[in-house]
């Protein structure tokens, strides 16, 4: 079994867990890959981020897919949620919320490749989805970031609003 | 946070919104792209498209999936949907809508790449879905858009008209 | 074969369909049922439903499901259609477009039972689903629409505004 | 195993299977109920009946279901088959195709139940669904008949024409 | 049309929202039944709804469907949404929440019927779904709440997690 | 725990299972309700059902689901199993396997409800779903099966043949 | 607010949860129900519950649907996820747990009403899923526990193994 | 808007449509298309397709799928529905029906690429599903062709006769 | 029309079929290709084949996908489900099962191309889907096959066993 | 007939099958590839994962999909389902899981590619899919497993955590 236990980590399995609710990417924490020969996949699914219209103060809803090969370090997963949750009070657009959070996992992590899309419920009868991608300079995912952009989304998910 | 409410933007979270029923491009607003060095993908959900059949004047509707890589300038969504109900009373082909569509938003926000996909409610027990797509001249988006035209819809979604 | 075809129907492969988009409930035709002798039941399904909000102007969408059993009169679905078209421009709330729908149907063909269920797209994340049902006054009907009324909708479909 | 193989039935297991596409229901043919003693449903689902609009001749399609509870003589369902293909170049009203549906196998089967449930294809974005039901005289059948129908389709299915 | 529009509505159409995200029920806001001789049914679907666990200050989830038989008043959904969001600091366990809701609409509109069924995403791999209703005393819906709740709910939804 | 290892069963767990592939009611084995003071219901699901057409040999296939409430003997999986592939080389009519394996249960169980609803793929287009029922002669359930036979399948499920 | 969180709870945002896999029914606590003069539902979806066949030791999945309507106590939903992986290593049959899990929760809440569902996965391609309820002798839910049971399932799930 | 409506075309909107249902490509009717310059998908989905078996002449059905490029003129959709219509009782093989409307539209058209899929129903327990495409020669499509081909369909939908 | 009727075709639209359960290739049949000149794929899905453990001899079950681009000569459809029935009380393993059966149809019909995808039921809690294919030397398709092969089911479909 | 059964295989078919609960790779066999000129897919889809948190012990669920190119020897299913069973009580992260199933898999059969992705319920909101692949080198497989991986999930399944 891999020592990840003693890698630092603050949050998993610990007591009295603090939610914050004003974004702060400080929550994010990481641990030591421990097969750092192999470039594989590891996606995050989450269905419950919730942010503030920057404008109106409207709640905004998404469920987001996280997806990225690791490099040294990798993001613990509660750290990430907790991460997430911290935008749940925080005014940003849908684009901008995706950005936000691809950098600060891209700074994190220094993934060899990392993804994020958002799926947003509709406001006023339209959804917007937003999908931000990023490969590692002088790997072969930096050529491959911007081949899965070119081939993004070729088939659309059926939306009816209901 | 961007600065993006402070871009001219005159709809979202405004008051007293004027809905227009006679096509009008001049709806759509855009605001800046405050991620220019990223290539990223933004795609709209639009199950509420309306227009009438230019020769019997029946309604039509549709589901339309409009995807974009931003250039400088962005659409607001908000916009967007009223540019997009502004086809409600107003007579045009299918193929046609979906054209000019792309004709309007390509040249609105001169995108890197961009492309619309109508998916009609039948009439007489047939559907017609157009697609319609974009790559800026000069950008390896051109090629990219030749790309995902000729790989366009080899999976047809499961229809049976109930 | 029935001599439905010379039961005063105007508009059943007629030609030249004039379409009208302000309320109007003189688009309704009926004819004869010639099944006097047997109570049966008969639904429409009708996605295309689309009204203004009578406050904001917004177009309001909805899927509309009319069951009824006739009594000696029965409307033709291209009329009914014709008349739910005529809603395209008319301004009204969710709950009183569904009981006008109703009301228009049981003046017109004095059914034994009706129910009409509206089912509308969501406007700020809420969506609102009408149900308006009646039963012919001494016939065994009436108590058939409360017992249905106090049934209904146990199982309300799965809704995630996607 | 049951004698059923010397019943009279002709079309089973026959050579050359000729297709009659005019209405026809001397096509029917029965067998014997070996279970006279117990009550119990049979349900076909036929989901190829097509048949004429008698105004227009377009063809129209939709999913049969007929359910019913055997008296003495069942109805076979090869034969059944051959029956309802014989409605192709028939032209007939959706709900009169029911009933002369549910009629026809009244008075071939003497059934203590049955019931005939149409789901068409939408024409013009309508469509229509007639549920017919019979329960037999001096059975318990007569009241489960109107029961049945008194809670017939309290949740209509799903229905978006695509 | 119905004088829906003056019956002292302050939210629906209004200008520069304000949205709460402490529990506050006098949020909500009513307007006049216009068909206060016919017992008819209104269902909300609202997949926003969030709030706190009261103890580890947790986000939680939930999709709400309420249904009720309007009495004198109606509840404006507007006014709806933005008392549901008035629950997204509020920390409160699952059950509460439901019987909350339930109490506060009971009050403010006095309705024949209600119902609140609240279906929360997972915690600990285990989901909870709270169910309410109430029939106004001295009407047949007193009993029809009995019946309604003495039947809820035969087929749970299939459930997996994921 | 039960003490239901000891009761005689002879296949579950054991060794070298021998199939057998012609109809044979005396590969069922029961054990002993360790419940007697409770009803409840047991349902089997089993879509691996195969049998021959008595006339022409072709094999048919069906999805089987089998209820029971136990009286004091309760049927073993396994020895369920063997039993329904026990008609893999044998021929009979869809109606009359479904009456033969509520007989053959009803004899070895004696139990106080048990229904058996065959659901078979469509040969010609066509397919046919029998469904019997049985409640235990002066218990309750002798009534509650005619009111569950009376009450079956409103709701056929959706049929397409794809 | 509700004074739920200094009622004994001793699982719920505690630190250092201790997982048991031996069956202990002592795992279970309890809290005050809030709302004594209402009946209402809570139902507890856990896709998780996996345990031993005692013949063959051979690990069992399901899927376990609770509902009840509460009496004084309710129980708390981690101390019943913790009860129910208690059984991770226990050895029963599917028709046993079920009726373990409904007599322990009986015993500890004294509920009016209580239901379980369990739906294991196949074994050797047939699938059990038992079903137990319970009614408070005294209360109008003795009646109801019968008249649910004599309704249960009407409508099996659609299985097929895949 | 476009001046389709003076092209030529003799079917949309007339009056007394007249339904052929021998075989007949000569019902197919064109017009311009008004954007040349952009290469873009039209695809029609048509549920409503039926044939005769050549030998049996039992009816075959199946749902077809056409996708087109269009070159200078485009297929009028009401004219296809005639056209496929015009198969209703001609007798063909699958594969001959699906290169047969291939081979039409192309000599019609001249289009830049053409591709036709058929989903028929099952005959004895197996369905048949032909795709036939094409690429214009001297055009980038005729490449393309090839490669759609060398990719058809690496993922058959989920199929089980139901 | 082809001549295809008279190209030695002995099993379609004959009479008295005789049903092989013992593994037999020589049950399959050909045809003349009347579209030699064009490359093009024809798919065949059969949910109902099943063969034997050879080692336990419990039946087995699954869905097959044959997918093939015919060289000169075709295989008939209903030669085909007779030689797939022939696996019926044959024992083999699924991988074998499917290597088998792509090399008896590539020795038969010498096409350009051939897949065969089968889907099984699972075992012990496990399903295994084996996937071959082929393509002929000299053609194009030699290198598609091993383009296929290489991109093969990068989606695995859900599987959770019910 | 292949030769399988002699190949040494000691858990199919045989008796008093023995569960482990820790972790044991030695629990899998091999069995000779009989078809070893061709390269071909076989995938095991496994829904009954189940390993414990190496932190908090709590139970941790996961479908997988296995899937590879046999080399030389192929693994024997049961071998691999008690293989994965002796996680059951094995503490491991998600990750970790993933990269030891593969690592084990790989040592064992030299395969030319293989691949194994593990789809994990959400614990606390968030859940995780691992996915790891390997081609062997010295084969085309080593270049299609980075392209395979670069090609990894464009389309991530929907998840909403009910
Ligand atoms: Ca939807
Ligand atoms: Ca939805
Ligand atoms: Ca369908
Ligand atoms: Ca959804
Ligand atoms: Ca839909
Ligand atoms: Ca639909
Ligand atoms: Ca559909
Ligand atoms: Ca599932
Ligand atoms: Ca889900
Ligand atoms: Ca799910
Ligand atoms: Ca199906
Ligand atoms: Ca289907
Ligand atoms: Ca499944
Ligand atoms: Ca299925
Ligand atoms: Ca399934
Ligand atoms: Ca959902």
């Known amino acids: 079994m891999t020592d990840r236990k003693n890698d630092g980590l603050t949050l998993l399995g610990n007591k009295g867990t603090h939610y914050i609710f ?3 990417p400080k929550l994010l924490e990481t641990f030591q ?4 020969d192999r470039d594989y996949f590891v996606k995050f699914n989450f269905p ?6 920057p ?7 998404a469920t987001l897919h996280i997806s990225y ?4 370090r990798m993001v613990e997963s509660k750290s990430l949620k907790l991460y997430l949750f911290s935008f749940r009070n925080h005014g940003d657009f849908h684009e901008d919320c995706i ?3 691809a950098d600060d996992l891209i700074k994190l992590m220094d993934p060899k490749y990392l993804e994020v899309w958002g799926k947003f419920l509709p406001r006023g009868g339209i959804s917007i989805d937003p999908y931000v991608n990023y490969g590692k300079k002088g790997t072969p995912w930096e050529a491959v970031a911007f081949e899965r952009l070119s081939k993004h989304d070729l088939y659309p998910e059926h939306i009816d609003n209901r």
Not at 33 to 36: A, D, E, F, Y
Not at 69 to 72: A, K, T
């Open 55 to 61: 404008i109106t103060h409207q709640p905004d809803f």
């Open 33 to 36: 890959n421990v097969h750092p």
């Open 99 to 101: 950005n936000k959070i």
């Open 22 to 24: 004003d974004y702060d």
């Open 48 to 53: 419950e981020f919730t942010s503030l219209c």
């Open 69 to 72: 090969v690791p490099g040294e």
